[in-house]
């Protein structure tokens, strides 16, 4: 049975950090390219980086610096690690294929709150 299932997210102040943790089952997990998605409220899903199976990454310019993506291919794991969070980093937090044709059933995904 195919299946995401994310976690590590929780309340943080602003400039903290979070490792957001997403683990893959029933798919041939490390030829997948993996990617991280957020949806604020009342705004739509957002993809806000990729990694490649063979390790290359990509990142939307909000983030850029502040998250990087990393997998463990021996674990089926892919991992958001969250540095300098802001505000507008509030969102529920999903892991799922980067290409819309290739996306698997969405997880029921990890809130982050950022507030002081």
């Not at 909000?62 to 089926?76: H, Y």
């Amino acid at each position: 049975q195919v299946q995401l299932v994310e976690s590590g997210g929780g309340l943080v102040q602003p400039g903290g950090s979070l490792r957001l943790s997403c683990v893959a089952s029933g798919i041939r997990f490390s030829i997948y390219a993996m990617g991280w998605y957020r949806q604020a409220p009342g705004k739509q899903r957002e993809l806000v980086a990729t990694i490649a199976s063979g390790g290359s990454t990509n990142y939307t310019d909000s983030v850029k610096g502040r998250f990087t993506i990393s997998r463990d291919n021996a674990k089926n794991t892919v991992y958001l690690q969250m540095n300098s969070l802001k505000p507008e980093d509030t969102a529920v937090y999903y892991c799922n294929h980067p290409v819309t044709k290739l996306r698997l059933n969405w997880g029921q995904g990890t809130q982050v709150t950022v507030s002081s």
